[in-house]
């Protein structure tokens, strides 16, 4: 069935990085443009990046310090995350275009 299932997060020191990975299954991963989102506490869920294609696209707050990626031939889509700030900490979740069930997410959190 179709899946999602996102992995990585973890506890980090503001200036730190990580590097999320989304496993997908159950649809033809390459045909599909893919995002990653996050969701703090008491926010509506925001997009954060999405990838299509050779093209990537960043919301303004990540621009220059997030990196959408992907491996088609293992359907994993990745986000490395450099230079985070505690305004990083979410729930982060990753999904296609258009959206299908959600997965787990992944929380991150950025703290000292």
């Known amino acids: 069935q179709v899946q999602l299932v996102e992995s990585g997060g973890g506890l980090v020191q503001p200036g730190g990085s990580l590097r999320l990975s989304c496993a997908a299954s159950g649809f033809t991963f390459s045909s599909y443009a893919m995002s990653w989102y996050r969701q703090a506490p008491g926010k509506e869920r925001e997009l954060v990046a999405t990838?299509?294609?050779?093209?990537?696209n960043y919301a303004d707050p990540v621009k220059g310090r997030f990196t959408i990626s992907r491996d088609n031939a293992k359907k994993t889509v990745y986000l490395q995350m450099n230079s985070l700030k505690p305004e990083d900490t979410a729930v982060y979740y990753c999904n296609r275009r258009p959206t299908i069930t959600w997965g787990q997410g992944t929380q991150v959190t950025v703290s000292s």
């Open positions: 990838i299509a294609g050779p093209y990537a």
